[in-house]
């Protein structure tokens, strides 16, 4: 059983920063790919960014080169930093991995607004 506890939301102003964390139970999370997602209200979630466990990143086209993700081996631990966030960023945040089905976090919610 895989457990995945997102923390790190909250509210912020257009252009300010957030940095989420996503604490991972189980001995699976070096050698697993780890993912973020976001679901904005009546939209499907989406893809955000990606990492797998030799470090190559990917992102979604809306993030690039404003967001950044990374991971602590050690701590279980994978984050996403956020720069330069826009009001289309507000979403909530979910942390997912795949081992032998898909595993979700509970959910941490971004809003970005003045």
């Known amino acids: 059983q895989v457990q995945l506890v997102e923390s790190g939301g909250g509210l912020v102003q257009p252009g300010g920063s957030l940095k989420l964390s996503c604490a991972s139970s189980g001995s699976i999370f070096n050698i697993n790919n780890m993912d973020w997602y976001r679901q904005a209200p009546g939209k499907e979630r989406e893809l955000v960014a990606s990492i797998t466990a030799t470090d190559i990143k990917r992102y979604g086209d809306s993030v690039k080169g404003r967001f950044t993700i990374s991971r602590d081996n050690a701590k279980n631990t994978v984050y996403l930093q956020m720069n330069s966030l826009k009001p289309e960023d507000t979403a909530v945040y979910y942390c997912?991995?795949?081992?032998?089905?898909?595993?979700w976090g509970q959910g941490t919610q971004v809003t970005v607004s003045s």
């Open positions: 997912h991995t795949i081992y032998g089905g898909h595993y």
